[in-house]
């Protein structure tokens, strides 16, 4: 039931805002030059191997070394990981190698020693030309390999690179993270686990070497799926903080007192606890989530929930916000900056 | 500044709603029959000895014995404070001399005995009655009493109080209380004490006797103030958790790993803990807080956020479908039922 209604959301369309970071591969050629698959029983026996490799653990590929993907290598590296890593700027590959992990030239040249694959690319155009492009993933994965699709993308691109190592019998899992880039540098973050279980099973302890935590939440997809629905109330949550401070602010309330009370209440947020301070202080720098950043996810969560039919009138009604955020110069602060789209509209102008 | 906002909300308005008990004395005849205040060295030497009653504890006076005034008295008995209590309706009379408490025949009787008066009252009509009625609480109110308005109601029905104890030097405290009934039977409430801070401090002991916390949250009205910064939060996070688990079944997870896995997430409420799983069940009974009952919080935060000019957008979004809830036959259950309203929008009809 469910699944019919994703047909129309299948289609290709990159909706990655222009301050998103982009890699320019060679234009996107499909699932060119695959090769045969290997047999069931090559795989099996490739399966018993994996975690036997180097110092008992596999080597692990990073393709997209940006704030998420490198602090994976890291903490990686850290656990004790063989770590290859790949990324179209120079300073995230220093960095990786200062973390004592090895660089490679391309995604091809990753796929050529990594056990596992961690994707972790900030564009739908970025994901295809790593997995699918004249240097892509897919010309050198191993045959024991497991591919792990870490970002926010819409569902038709998680199955696409599902579909493009489907070929070569590659099990890809569907795992995005929940938590922010300061959360992924202390390795607290949660992995939203969804595809083979078997496969997800296999590879729990390259999870552990980076996330505080692993779900396993179901079948291809889950977890992207779950995140659109945490995103939700993360979207609308962050607003309704705004709201209760400027009422709060407007009806003359200590702030401080306000924040302090309401966490502890029935009215608090996860969102409330960690942005209303910020709110409180008017001040939004450091950015957890920058809000030109995170208008990706509002986008994708909005065209999710209209393609599975479900109504939500608080998320419709956060975005108009978002977007004075980003209209008024607050695109490069943290999402908290929502506050003063509020308390702007209260001051009097002239 | 936000004094002046409030001007324009001092009025007279009963917004409560037909559902809401009443109770139903002679008309309000305001502060007549006012006899000459205690003289100051009076309430000093009084106030002095408010502890020193029946075994060491004051005796308190709980006028409206609902669910709350009734979970207060009970709480209070338990604690051992001397209780008297009135209500318009018999069986919570019976239900306060079963827990040990005096039963009084109008709360002027109520006054002659209390050190500290507690009035839990359901409607800005009853309160003003008990108040200033002819058989009203001023006509024998102690000189070294304390009176506390625990209600939610607009802050021009708690100044009316405040006014009218002031003619004869009695402190009242606005102290609204967090939680509900439930939880006011397991004494986990938090009362928001506000107004005179040395009264507040005097009585803490009578809070402690059916609150599991009490803060201190500043001049009178800060605490109906900030009770309406708490609900407008509450009343969106209810919503949002419905918007949040229709968008999970509409996308094909399973609805006990989103509760799961959402409740230990960035995207959580109090809310979404306390009625999420109501909404996974689609079952909203026994109501921790009716959606008929809840309308009257809901009018007064727009009223309140509309006094003060404050824009609350999500609060707005809200408001019809709580009252689609009242429409569509969901008006004495749970406020979790927003999630039937939410969910009908998704059923093929015909």
């Known amino acids: 039931m469910a699944m019919k209604r994703w047909s129309f959301f299948l289609d290709d369309r990159s909706i990655i805002l222009a301050s998103v ?14 090769t045969r698959s290997p047999k069931a029983s ?25 704030i998420m ?22 300073a995230p590959l220093d960095a990786l190698r200062a ?23 900030a564009s739908v155009d970025a994901l295809k030309s790593a ?19 870490m970002g926010t993308f819409p569902l038709y691109a998680k199955e696409y690179v599902q579909k493009l190592f489907e070929t070569k019998g590659i099990p890809v899992l569907d795992c995005p993270v929940s938590g922010t880039g300061a959360q992924a540098a202390v390795r607290d973050l949660v992995v939203y686990a969804s595809g083979d279980k078997d496969a997800a099973d296999r590879i729990r302890p390259v999870f552990d070497g980076f996330a505080r935590n692993t779900r396993y939440v179901g079948a291809f997809g889950a977890g992207i799926k779950l995140k659109f629905v945490a995103n939700l109330l993360v979207t609308i949550h962050n607003l309704a903080a705004a709201e209760a401070m400027v009422l709060a602010e407007q009806s003359g309330l200590d702030l401080n007192m306000v924040y302090d009370a309401i966490s502890d209440g029935a009215g608090t947020s996860r969102m409330f606890e960690v942005r209303g301070k910020m709110m409180v202080d008017e001040h939004y720098l450091p950015p957890q989530m920058k809000v030109e950043v995170y208008m990706k996810d509002i986008q994708l969560i909005t ?7 479900a109504p939500t009138p608080l998320m419709a ?28 509209m209260t001051q009097p102008k002239g």
Do not use: W
């Open 99 to 121: 973390a004592g992990g090895e660089v490679a030239s391309s995604p091809r040249a990753v796929a050529e020693k990594a056990d596992v694959v961690l994707i972790a690319l």
């Open 42 to 66: 090559e795989r099996r026996r490739a399966r018993r191997n994996i975690m036997s490799g180097t110092a008992d653990r596999p080597t692990v590929g990073v393709v997209g070394l940006g």
């Open 69 to 90: 993907g490198l602090s994976y290598a890291r903490n990686l590296r850290e656990a004790g990981f063989p770590v290859i890593g790949f990324d179209v700027a120079q």
């Open 131 to 149: 997995c699918g492009g004249d240097e892509g993933l897919i010309h050198a994965i191993r045959p024991d390999a497991v591919v792990c699709e």
């Open 317 to 344: 009604a956060s975005v108009p916000y978002y977007v004075a955020a980003l209209a008024s110069g607050h695109e490069a602060e943290d999402t908290a900056a929502i506050h003063a789209v509020l308390k702007e």
């Open 21 to 34: 970071r982009l890699v320019n591969y060679a234009p996107f050629k499909g699932a060119a030059r695959t």
């Open 303 to 309: 065209e999710f929930a209209t393609a599975v039919r």
